[in-house]
C-alpha cells in the first residue's frame, strides 16, 4: 500500500504514521525467504510459536553484529537491499527533508523473542542521542526519517512498539531526550503501541518519542530498521561517530574539545547555518559543560 496524505499529514501533526501492508504479498514472500536462509528458523518461529525457538536465539543483538555482518546491508539476497532502497521511502525521506541529497545511514535486522537479551521493556526515548552528535532541529534540511518494517504479525503480545506523538511534548528543545515512566508519565499514558500485520511499516524522526516494549507471550518478531539522512552534514549518521555520543566520555571530549578539534570529528564548525537559537539551546542543553560562545549567531 502507497504512502498516502493522510499519512504524511499524520507524520507531520504527530511525529510518526503507521502503514498496514506497505510491502505487497510479493515483496513480503522473497524478504521472508530470503530471512529464512539467514537466520534459519526464526521465521517459522514467529509464525508458530509451537515450534522450537531458533538456535542460538539467547545470543544478543550486539553479538550477532560482531559475529557477522548479514544483519546489516548489503544483505546476501536482494530482497532486503530492494526494501532498504525501496523508492517509496526514499521518497518520503526527500519529501521531509526538502531535497534528495540523501544516503542510508542505517538498514539493520532485529530478530527478537520474548527472554531475548533485547526482551526489554524501555524508557521513552529519542532516537537521535546515537544518530547526531548534535541536536536535530525542527528544520527539514537537517530532517532524518526513520523506518521499522515488521516481517512477522505483531499483536499486543509481540513487544509492540510504543510511540507517543509530539503533541504531548510541545516543548521546543527536546531534553532530556530519555524520560522515566515516574519523571513523565504522560509520555506512558499517551503512547499507542504499534499491533500491526507482517509487511507493515512505522516511520518516525529523530524528534519522536518512542520505547520497545516485552514480550507478554513466548513468541517472537523480525524487524528492520532503516533510516535516511542528508548527505551533506558530517555529524549525522549512526554509521559514524554518533553511534558512540551516548556514553559519559564521550560528552566528556565533546565539552572539552576545541571548536577546531571538534569540527574536525565532524561537529558543525562555528559560524555554519545549522547554529540558531534552536540548535544553540540544544547542543547546549546535551552537553553542558559546553562552551557555546564561539557558535553563538
Partial sequence: MAIQKHHIDHYRTHGYFVLENFLSAKELAAVRDEIKELLPGWVEFCDN??????EGWRDSQRILNEITSIMHFPFPGTALNAVTLH????????????????????????????????????????DFQNHTLAYPPDRPTYWQTAYLIYY???????????????????????WPARYLREDRPTLYSNEKKVTVPA?????????????????????????????????????LGIDGLSARAIPDKFRDWIELATPEERTTMGFPLPGHD????????????????????????
Fill in 49 to 54: 510459536p509451537e515450534r522450537p525457538k531458533p
Fill in 199 to 235: 509487511g507493515s511499516l512505522l516511520a518516525y524522526s529523530m524528534r519522536t518519542f518512542h520505547r520497545g516494549t516485552k514480550f507478554l507471550a513466548d513468541v517472537g518478531r523480525i524487524g528492520h530498521f532503516i533510516t535516511y539522512a542528508p548527505t551533506t552534514w558530517q555529524w
Fill in 87 to 126: 523508492p517509496a521511502l526514499r521518497d518520503f525521506a526527500a519529501q521531509m527533508a526538502g531535497h534528495v541529497d540523501l544516503r542510508c545511514e542505517q538498514s539493520s535486522l532485529n530478530a527478537k523473542c520474548k527472554d531475548h537479551p533485547r526482551d526489554e521493556d524501555q524508557d521513552m526515548h529519542c
Fill in 274 to 297: 545549522y547554529w540558531t537559537e534552536e540548535t544553540i539551546a540544544g547542543v547546549s542543553a546535551r552537553y553542558p559543560g559546553m562552551d557555546m560562545a564561539p557558535y553563538q549567531i
Fill in 152 to 174: 512477522t504479525d505483531v499483536t499486543l503480545d509481540h513487544a509492540p512498539t510504543a510511540v507517543c506523538s509530539k503533541v504531548h511534548y510541545p516543548e521546543k528543545i527536546i
